[in-house]
């Protein structure tokens, strides 16, 4: 299993320019999510989705978009690059079962500089 | 915002030293985890702790969750570089986890 995986590694965007991060796992995992990871501000979630289809806000969503078509799939989206979000992005997936038993699994990250 | 404080920010220490980190919050989770994380790469997940009082051991690594589950510890007994990384506490209420700030540790042989 490649566990999750996330491209790209690295990107650098103009102001006003838009992207997708891309994130993939192969666990057949039902829970996905994704944070941001500022220096000294430890990860804030920005989106998570509990399934295929459906998806819900974290604590930071202004400025992103989300999806989730496959149980294998959640590509986070940026419309309009802003330098508030140069950041390091992580994707995560994970198999609830209830309190306490979830494990999430982190992709490598996706080091993201808008200029 | 469920804003969880790790103290210290930074910890530099002798291998061999005892330390301990601590997780603090005003919010009562329903359970609450650590994570190692080192450059370059994501989280992994050493340990998750359910229940107030809880107290686990991973070999050196000591987890204690508080009574009220508002707050957490880690005491690594006999620290060896190979603990060297980032620390992340992390409360998990509903389907949403809430980091704290993280402990940077350095072991210095």
């Known amino acids: 299993n490649a566990g999750v995986t996330q491209t790209p590694k690295f990107r650098i965007l103009k102001i006003g320019q838009s992207m997708t991060l891309q994130c993939t796992q192969d666990?057949?995992?039902?829970?996905m999510y994704w944070y941001r990871q500022d220096p000294g501000m430890g990860l804030k979630l920005i989106y998570y989705?509990?399934?295929?289809?459906?998806?819900d806000k974290g604590e930071v969503p202004n400025g992103y978009n989300v999806s989730r078509s496959t149980t294998e799939d959640f590509p986070l989206r940026l419309e309009l690059a802003a330098p508030s979000q140069t950041s390091v992005y992580f994707c995560?997936?994970?198999?609830?079962?209830?309190?306490?038993?979830?494990?999430?699994?982190f992709g490598p990250g996706t080091r993201l500089t808008v200029l | 915002t469920q804003l969880l404080e790790q103290s210290p920010q930074f910890l530099s220490i002798q291998e061999g030293e005892n330390l301990t980190v601590y997780c603090n919050s005003s919010?009562?989770?329903?359970?609450l985890q650590w994570y190692r994380q080192e450059p370059g790469e994501g989280p992994v997940l050493l340990v998750t702790?359910?229940?107030?009082?809880e107290v686990k051991k991973l070999k050196r690594l000591t987890f204690q969750f508080g009574d009220a589950r508002k707050d957490s510890s880690l005491h690594i007994t006999a620290a060896q570089p190979g603990d060297t990384g980032l620390y992340l506490c992390?409360?998990?209420?509903?389907?949403?986890?809430?980091f704290g700030t993280g402990t940077s540790l350095t072991v210095i042989p």
């Open positions: 995560a997936s994970s198999y609830w079962m209830g309190r306490g038993t979830d494990t999430q699994y």
């Open positions: 666990m057949n995992h039902n829970y």
């Open positions: 989705s509990v399934g295929a289809g459906i998806t």
């Open positions: 919010s009562v989770f329903s359970s």
């Open positions: 702790v359910v229940t107030g009082g």
């Open positions: 992390a409360g998990e209420n509903g389907n949403q986890f809430y």
